[in-house]
């Protein structure tokens, strides 16, 4: 039987980052997954990225112009150098063009590839004057006439102007993305660019996460008397997503021990390379607290860290082979699992998970192993900014008090400030959905004034 735990918030934290560490220590890599480009943001590159081609792949042009053969003007350093040319055929984007003869200008749209022979563009805007057309213009290209009618007059250009010369950007063979990146927006782009289709990347770490309770309904239904909706499986769910991590949310248990056993391990078999299972509820000092009554025999450890909200907490890992009431619990587990169990109020979950949970698995999603790095990555000092001077805030003696708060940045020197929403009491959902940080109040606080400096935590920050 595992014994009731008293933690302090950084102890617990230790312990779980322990957890994490020692569950991803044991697990080999699985295969890397082909994703089409219009999916891999956000997704963990499993190997480097060779450009096949380069960019860009031709000779184009990066203005609205004329090409011309920079041999065919008076040789001559005056900055009115000039020559008047016939036209050769219009070069659109997306046409390969004829070679240009010496003593022509080809009109050419930005982006089109240069003709062979031509060594510079003349953007239209500098035309020096025209025959057929006005000078700043292109003329009529609906029919051959301007072939034979119009003339343009240019000035002599540096050679290379205005060419953007393939490879220019990248060169085929260059490696564009290394392994273990996290794909943005901006790197799928470039994929694209090169024309490459499909990326391997990682596989997607999948968390379980297990809401319990009689009480608690699916958003939707009709609410019974005395019962509330499930929200924190779809905030916990909507935090995963958001870093990365799969959510398999685990339809909402009764308050029976059986029923969460046999739903954990349904889970467990139809997800058996699952990271962790997040679960609420059921672990306080209530009569019907199922996930302390199931979890504890498989060597769960349950009690209480010294904060508000959020006091009852329970973590553990658990193996392939944990046992309970003569059977395995996790028969179909090919990994140890991290298990992290909240209390079931909605704040002190989100609370927890935020403090406890996010900055490990935003971490393991990028493909960091320095976890405890990524836990003292995610605080920040703020100044603390209260309606009167006179005013201050407290913390319990024995407790460190988590409040919602709002950070801002001061225009005058870029220190952040932060406002406290709300009070400190656990049941204010609203105060936290307007809320961008929690705001540490150190146990045994008398009194915080304005101006003092807190440590925040930046929500939806990992």
Same mark, same amino acid.
């Given at each position: 039987?595992?014994?009731?735990?008293?933690?302090?918030?950084?102890?617990?934290?230790?312990?779980?980052?322990?957890?994490?560490?020692?569950?991803?220590?044991?697990? !080999? $890599?699985?295969?890397?997954?082909?994703?089409?480009?219009? *999916?891999? %943001?956000?997704?963990?590159?499993?190997?480097?990225?060779?450009?096949?081609?380069?960019?860009?792949?031709?000779? /184009? &042009?990066?203005? *609205?112009?004329?090409?011309?053969?920079?041999? *065919?003007?008076?040789?001559?350093?005056?900055?009115?150098?000039?020559?008047?040319?016939?036209?050769?055929?219009?070069?659109?984007?997306?046409?390969?063009?004829?070679?240009?003869?010496?003593?022509f200008a080809a009109p050419i749209m930005t982006g089109a590839m240069v003709p062979e022979g031509a060594t510079a563009i003349i953007p239209i805007e500098a035309v020096i004057s025209a025959v057929g057309t006005e000078p700043h213009s292109f003329p009529d290209f609906s029919n051959d006439d301007y072939l034979e009618t119009v003339t343009v007059t240019l000035p002599r250009p540096p050679r290379g102007q205005f060419i953007r010369s393939a490879g220019s950007d990248v060169a085929a063979g260059t490696v564009v993305i290394e392994a273990g990146t996290v794909l943005t927006p901006r790197h799928v782009g470039l994929l694209a660019? =090169?024309?490459?289709?499909?990326?391997? @990347?990682?596989?997607?770490?999948?968390?379980?996460? =297990?809401?319990?309770?009689?009480?608690?309904?699916?958003?939707?239904?009709?609410?019974?008397?005395?019962?509330?909706?499930?929200? /924190?499986?779809?905030?916990?769910? #909507?935090?995963?997503?958001?870093?990365?991590?799969?959510?398999?949310?685990?339809?909402?248990?009764?308050?029976?021990? #059986?029923?969460?056993?046999?739903?954990?391990?349904?889970?467990?078999?139809?997800?058996?390379?699952?990271? #962790?299972?997040?679960?609420?509820?059921?672990?306080?000092?209530?009569?019907?607290?199922? +996930?302390? +009554?199931?979890?504890?025999? &498989?060597?769960?450890?349950?009690?209480?860290? #010294?904060?508000?909200?959020?006091?009852?907490?329970?973590?553990?890992?658990?193996?392939?082979? %944990?046992?309970?009431? $003569?059977?395995?619990?996790?028969?179909?587990?090919?990994?140890?699992?991290?298990?992290?169990?909240?209390?079931?109020?909605? +704040? !002190?979950?989100?609370?927890?998970?935020?403090?406890? +949970?996010?900055?490990?698995?935003?971490?393991?999603?990028?493909?960091?192993?320095?976890?405890?790095?990524?836990?003292?990555?995610?605080?920040?000092?703020?100044?603390?900014?209260?309606? !009167?001077?006179?005013?201050?805030?407290? &913390?319990?003696?024995?407790?460190?008090?988590?409040?919602?708060?709002?950070?801002?940045?001061?225009?005058?020197?870029?220190?952040?400030?932060?406002?406290?929403?709300? &009070?400190?009491?656990?049941?204010? @959902?609203?105060?936290?959905?307007?809320?961008?940080?929690?705001? /540490?109040?150190?146990?045994?606080?008398?009194?915080?004034?304005?101006?003092?400096?807190?440590?925040?935590?930046?929500?939806?920050?990992?």
């Amino acid at each position: 039987m595992a014994q009731n735990f008293r933690r302090s918030v950084a102890q617990h934290r230790e312990e779980i980052v322990r957890i994490f560490a020692s569950v991803l220590e044991g697990r !080999s $890599g699985r295969p890397a997954e082909l994703v089409s480009v219009y *999916d891999a %943001a956000a997704r963990l590159t499993a190997e480097a990225t060779v450009a096949r081609n380069s960019l860009p792949a031709f000779d /184009n &042009s990066q203005m *609205d112009g004329y090409a011309v053969r920079v041999d *065919d003007f008076p040789e001559s350093r005056a900055e009115s150098a000039s020559a008047t040319f016939h036209l050769a055929p219009v070069i659109p984007a997306g046409t390969h063009p004829v070679a240009l003869a010496p003593g022509f200008a080809a009109p050419i749209m930005t982006g089109a590839m240069v003709p062979e022979g031509a060594t510079a563009i003349i953007p239209i805007e500098a035309v020096i004057s025209a025959v057929g057309t006005e000078p700043h213009s292109f003329p009529d290209f609906s029919n051959d006439d301007y072939l034979e009618t119009v003339t343009v007059t240019l000035p002599r250009p540096p050679r290379g102007q205005f060419i953007r010369s393939a490879g220019s950007d990248v060169a085929a063979g260059t490696v564009v993305i290394e392994a273990g990146t996290v794909l943005t927006p901006r790197h799928v782009g470039l994929l694209a660019a =090169l024309g490459i289709a499909e990326i391997a @990347v990682q596989p997607r770490t999948e968390v379980l996460v =297990l809401a319990t309770g009689d009480e608690v309904q699916a958003p939707g239904e009709t609410l019974k008397p005395g019962h509330i909706y499930d929200s /924190n499986s779809a905030f916990l769910s #909507a935090a995963l997503h958001e870093i990365g991590v799969i959510p398999v949310r685990v339809s909402v248990s009764s308050d029976t021990v #059986a029923e969460f056993e046999r739903r954990l391990e349904e889970a467990l078999a139809a997800h058996p390379n699952a990271l #962790a299972a997040l679960t609420t509820g059921g672990i306080s000092k209530g009569a019907f607290e199922v +996930v302390k +009554v199931a979890l504890e025999r &498989s060597g769960i450890e349950f009690g209480s860290v #010294a904060m508000q909200p959020g006091g009852p907490q329970g973590c553990g890992i658990l193996e392939p082979s %944990a046992r309970h009431s $003569g059977e395995h619990f996790a028969d179909h587990a090919v990994h140890p699992v991290a298990v992290i169990s909240f209390p079931g109020n909605p +704040v !002190s979950t989100a609370i927890s998970f935020e403090i406890f +949970v996010r900055p490990l698995l935003a971490a393991i999603a990028r493909g960091e192993t320095t976890l405890n790095a990524a836990m003292q990555r995610a605080h920040h000092q703020a100044i603390l900014q209260l309606d !009167s001077p006179e005013l201050s805030v407290t &913390s319990p003696p024995s407790k460190s008090q988590w409040r919602r708060g709002v950070v801002s940045t001061d225009p005058a020197n870029g220190e952040r400030l932060v406002q406290l929403l709300g &009070s400190e009491q656990s049941h204010l @959902v609203f105060a936290l959905a307007q809320a961008n940080a929690l705001v /540490n109040i150190p146990e045994g606080t008398a009194e915080a004034h304005h101006g003092d400096t807190l440590t925040v935590m930046m929500l939806e920050e990992g």
